[in-house]
């Protein structure tokens, strides 16, 4: 018998119930923001209060809730974390080959002029960092390379810490958004819907950041004074950013953008050069990295970053994914897919969807033409869904009175309509393929269907390797070894090391996913969304702080899309608001919790040497943060309002 979701299992009541279901998130936001407790051990314990509450308050099986919580995790290491696995591995491919130092020294030796050198270390160099590894490594390297320049060390770390908000939601190869689509339960096209969506978002922000980040750094005029270099380098990467993001996907937008801006920035640095350096109040004159490296060497250092592009582009064209795809596996996952049901209507209610659907599959008979096959079918594909509704109706009135409830005689009522159901949909699209109905023709009857089945969640797992993305990034790090010069016994040490290395954020990333399915396979995150349906007409404005608050708590985008997305979803479905625009939404206003998450300034400290001094540099940052997330509030309100046709 399948498990029927409940959503105000707490007396009756929303609000109590909606309070009961925040509590998993409260557990890991108190262990990682006051407890300071280490994100694996903190996400586990809000999965152990998840499925506590699962069982004994929502009165969820403990088997199906147990299995959620498997599959959560088994798509949180693939193939969530096999991108992230692969995408370090590369970057430390290049680090142990010296490549990485290259670049680095390259970027740092173009310019004495501190506000170019910002914009290349901070904004392009960081951005490129952030898709190119992620997980704190811009900050650290940036800001540290930052104050080997000789900036202090609270404008270096604040510096690249307001900078790397334009790259954060794609960062390490478009994890935030990968991880996204998954708890909102998305297929690949939705994944692109979603990816286009935080690229009508974030590159307007993108845009200004440059011009932002050299203001608080030098002053209104001093940045005036270096405005083409700043328009350059905003326009360009805001371009890149959007183009990549809405017709590629996910996987590419931060190194592509970061690639053209630094490229760009780099042709106009020839022709055009700022009257003056500007240099800061200690110093004396500017400075500038020196090194020796040949134009070969330098182009031979970013060969790796030139195979991850070409690599992720050729598993992105779709007829190679379609070979690739061959191999792949996909199974229900068993005594979980379709054993969970939500929309179980009363019996009581029921009889009057039975005279809903009838009299749709009434009108819909009277026009649908006789002579055409595939309308002679679907004709009778009708015929018998009216018959099984006349099966239905005595189940029902037997059972008028008990509530929403599935005994197995509705559930043997209800399945060979699902069956015919499905079966009149294809027709439907086959006929309207064919131009010889109406598109809409049969919204109506199916919509009617839809009203009156209970909606089966499915559970199914897709083991994909040959066109997962992590496998072109994998192929990108073995040819990158080769031109590095890195031995096959050195690779072989970086994996173990790499594997090592991420065993924590590993059972992280698993624990959070499997916490989020736990969530959503009990109906929590549904009785949060509707708590927030209270919200109305302002929840787009809401939304992005959601993405803003998990952020600060969690110190990742990924983690703070994980946790809200199917609450996004959820409230926006209720709303009749755009779900993509509201997922959208969490991780573009989570960027700008970044800057202030624990995590972030921890790191940032530590790399530019002023460990101890993690508040003031907090207060440094609050005021950007909050800045930067009420413009992402608006821009989200517009969209869901007066530019909605910015919504894919």
């Known amino acids: 018998m399948p498990w029927i979701q409940n959503y105000t299992p707490v007396g009756e009541s929303l609000g109590m119930s909606a309070l009961v279901a925040a509590v998993p998130l409260v557990v890991i936001f108190v262990c990682l923001a006051l407890l300071k407790m280490k994100a694996h051990k903190a996400s586990l ?57 290259i670049i680095r020294a390259s970027l740092a030796g173009l310019t004495a002029d501190r506000r170019i050198q910002a914009l290349l270390i901070a904004f392009c160099f960081g951005a490129f960092i952030e898709g190119a590894a992620g997980f704190g490594t811009p900050v650290a390297i940036a800001g540290a390379t930052l104050v080997g320049l000789g900036f202090r060390p609270l404008y270096a770390a604040g510096i690249c810490l307001v900078a790397n908000t334009a790259p954060v939601a794609f960062g390490a190869i478009g994890i935030p958004v990968v991880a996204l689509s998954a708890v909102m339960g998305y297929d690949d096209t939705g994944m692109m819907k979603l990816s286009a969506m935080v690229g009508h978002q974030l590159p307007f922000l993108s845009l200004m950041i440059p011009f932002y980040v ?43 953008a970061s690639l053209a801006s630094m490229a760009a920035l780099v042709l106009l640095l020839r022709v055009w050069q700022p009257k003056e350096n500007f240099v800061f109040a200690h110093e004396q004159q500017a400075t500038k990295e020196e090194h020796n490296y040949t134009g070969a060497q330098i182009f031979r250092a970013w060969t790796p970053y030139l195979f991850l592009t070409v690599m992720v582009l050729l598993w992105g064209i779709p007829s190679v994914k379609n070979v690739l795809d061959q191999s792949k596996v996909v199974f229900a996952v068993p005594g979980l897919d379709n054993m969970i049901v939500k929309k179980v209507t009363t019996p009581d209610e029921g009889l009057w969807r039975i005279a809903a659907v009838t ?11 006789q002579g055409d096959a595939q309308g002679a079918k679907a004709l009778a594909v009708l015929g018998e869904l009216k018959a099984l509704q006349s099966g239905l ?9 008990k509530g929403a409830v599935l005994p197995e005689e509705r559930v043997a009522a209800f399945e060979p309509i699902f069956k015919k159901a499905d079966e009149l949909k294809k027709l439907g699209e086959g006929l309207v393929r064919d131009k010889v109905v109406e598109k809409d023709q049969f919204k109506a009857v199916n919509k009617a269907l839809a009203d009156q089945l209970p909606a089966k ?3 199914k797992y897709t083991f994909n390797f040959m066109s997962a993305a992590g496998t072109a990034i994998l192929i990108a790090a073995l040819l990158s070894a080769l031109v590095c010069g890195v031995r096959f016994g050195s690779v072989l040490k970086i994996a173990v090391k790499t594997v090592v290395d991420m065993r924590y954020p590993a059972l992280t990333v698993a624990s959070v996913l499997g916490l989020a399915y736990i969530m959503n396979n009990s109906g929590m995150t549904n009785c949060l969304g509707l708590a927030f349906t209270k919200t109305g007409h302002w929840f787009p404005l809401i939304a992005p702080l959601l993405g803003w608050l998990g952020v600060f708590l969690t110190g990742s985008d990924t983690s703070s899309n994980v946790l809200f997305g199917g609450l996004q979803k959820a409230t926006a479905e209720q709303l009749g608001i755009s779900p993509i625009l509201t997922g959208a939404a969490n991780t573009s206003g989570g960027v700008m919790g970044k800057m202030i998450s624990p995590q972030s300034l921890a790191v940032a400290t530590a790399a530019c040497g002023m460990v101890g001094e993690e508040g003031s540099l907090f207060r440094f940052t609050l005021k950007h943060s909050l800045f930067l997330t009420s413009l992402v509030c608006i821009i989200v309100y517009l969209q869901a309002y007066y530019l909605q046709w910015m919504i894919p």
């Open 359 to 369: 009299g749709e599959i009434d009108k819909l008979a009277a026009v649908l033409p």
């Open 393 to 401: 109706a005595p189940v029902e009135q037997r059972l008028v009175g």
């Open 457 to 459: 969640i499915p559970a």
């Open 214 to 256: 050299i203001v608080m750094m030098a002053g209104f005029k001093k940045a005036m004074e270096v405005f083409p270099a700043i328009a350059v380098c905003g326009l360009v990467f805001a371009l890149a950013q959007y183009v990549t993001a809405s017709f590629i996907g996910p996987y590419l937008p931060d190194i592509t």
């Open 45 to 101: 314990l809000a999965v152990a209060s998840a499925l506590a509450i699962a069982v004994f308050v929502w009165g969820m099986p403990l088997k199906l809730a147990g299995l959620a919580f498997g599959q959560g995790a088994a798509f949180g290491l693939f193939p969530v974390f096999y991108i992230v696995l692969t995408t370090l591995f590369l970057y430390n491919i290049t680090v142990q080959g010296g490549q990485f130092e």
